[in-house]
């Protein structure tokens, strides 16, 4: 599938935006200034960034703990992401869900989630309304390897099929459910594991923008013409260690260093639309410019911006209903 040359342009800024968000987060964690942990989406851009391109704000994306990536490539500010991750009131939550908790309903973006395997069962919930209400919208449910082991997963998947919902099933496979290598805790093979309750499953190279769209692509026309939900299992890096603080000593340097220099979407990017004279050096080098004084700007705005008002500590948490 060629993509205009406005569509190649804004695939890599997301992608490069992502990735100077998410390093630039883990530099500040070193400072102290940002309470809790973090889970970095560095070296999986292509995935959400991939997706994301088909889907409109009324559309429906339910993410991981790993969820900035995603959040980024639904349309989330990234002001108020970098602001919410500081705890700052101006944050996207009002500084109260941090960087585990990001979400923006405006943009369909239902949350970040830090129950593992926890997505699933809420998009099908939004892709069940999307369905009754003849919308034509879909929901991504988000999970990487280890959450695909837990029933929830099992239980949607079921529902998804019973139901014919319009949900995307899109399994980002890193390797390693914390610590713990998925060779070793994943029985049998994902994409049997989506055929054998008939949904259509396929694997796709995270590292490829273009491959993820394309699977996306059929997936989210599947949805959308009510033929129900897809898998997608989807091969990524994962360039940092599974948390903030992680020592990351289960991978070999040699294994991250290969990560690097083999399995870089934005690299796969460059040598993909370069020599091919789609896009121009100067072009990119401009978007990697450019994000990096937005990023540089988001950090400065969230030091300065209040922490929220402890009166304010049951605001938004409890719902009135008429």
């Known amino acids: 599938m060629q993509l205009a040359r406005e569509d190649l342009l804004t695939a890599y800024r997301t992608m490069a935006l992502i990735r100077v968000f998410e390093e630039r987060v883990q530099r500040e964690m070193s400072s102290g200034d940002i309470p809790g942990s973090t889970h970095l989406y560095a070296g999986q851009e292509a995935s959400a960034v991939g997706i994301s391109m088909h889907l409109g704000d009324m559309d429906r994306v339910a993410s991981t703990h790993r969820g900035h990536g995603h959040s980024i490539a639904k349309g989330c500010d990234v002001d108020g992401m970098m602001a919410e991750i500081f705890a700052r009131s101006t944050g996207i939550c009002h500084g109260k869900g941090g960087s585990m908790h990001i979400a923006d309903l405006d943009k369909g973006m239902l949350g970040a989630n830090g129950i593992v395997g926890g997505a699933a069962p809420i998009a099908c919930g939004a892709a069940l309304a999307a369905r009754m ?8 449910a988000y999970s990487g390897d280890g959450g695909f082991n837990q029933g929830t997963m099992a239980e949607s998947l079921n529902l998804a099929r019973v139901w014919d919902l319009p949900v995307i099933f899109a399994i980002e496979d890193n390797g390693f459910a914390e610590a713990t290598a998925s060779s070793w805790a994943v029985a049998g093979d994902i994409v049997a594991r989506g055929a054998a309750y008939g949904i259509p499953a396929e694997r796709v190279d ?6 993820v769209h394309e699977a996306a692509g059929r997936a989210v026309a599947r949805g ?24 990351d000593t289960y991978r070999t340097p040699d294994e991250k260093r290969a990560m690097r220099t083999d399995r870089d979407c934005l690299k796969v990017f460059r040598d993909k639309v370069l020599p091919a004279g789609l896009l121009e050096m100067d072009q990119l080098d401009a978007i990697d410019a450019e994000v990096a004084a937005l990023v540089d700007g988001s950090v400065v705005a969230a030091r300065a911006a209040p922490r929220p008002d402890p009166a304010t500590v049951a605001t938004d948490v409890y719902v009135s209903y008429p």
């Open 133 to 140: 209400t003849g919308s034509g919208a879909v929901a991504v």
């Open 206 to 211: 995270g590292t490829d923008v273009f491959a």
């Open 224 to 247: 959308r013409a009510g033929d129900g939900p897809t898998l997608l299992h989807i091969m990524v890096p994962r360039y940092l260690g599974h948390f903030s603080g992680d020592s």
